[in-house]
């Protein structure tokens, strides 16, 4: 084992354990272009160290783009997210809007 390798372990797990709130709070909001370009430039440096012989390094790298990837999908406001408030409110909207429909109301602008 070379020192390189457990510091960017040691570098890795405390964004692992910077990111667990994050991830755990529903109310938070993470951009997807914070998201992903991080999930992404985790993979790609897990896949490097790999090939440079580094595992831990590599684990480490793969479980912070893990964990970015999990946020990008929970606590990020898309249109796929159900938590998101947006799709929560829209979701909403088409619910009072058909039992308004249902029940004959409808309001007009004049």
């Known amino acids: 084992m070379i020192w390189q390798d457990l510091v960017f372990l040691c570098g890795s797990v405390f964004s692992l354990c910077v990111l667990l709130p994050t991830l755990r709070d529903a109310s938070a909001r993470v951009p997807l272009g914070t998201a992903l370009p991080s ?17 831990m390094s590599a684990v480490g790298s793969t479980a912070a783009a893990t964990m970015w990837s999990l946020i990008a999908l929970m ?10 408030g947006a799709a929560a ?8 809007r058909s039992s308004n429909d249902a029940s004959g109301y409808t309001a007009h602008a004049d």
């Open 75 to 84: 606590r990020s406001p898309h249109r796929f997210n159900p938590t998101d």
């Open 89 to 96: 409110r829209a979701a909403t909207t088409d619910t009072t």
């Open 39 to 55: 999930a992404c430039i985790g993979l790609v440096y897990g896949t490097t160290f790999f090939t440079l012989g580094m595992t």
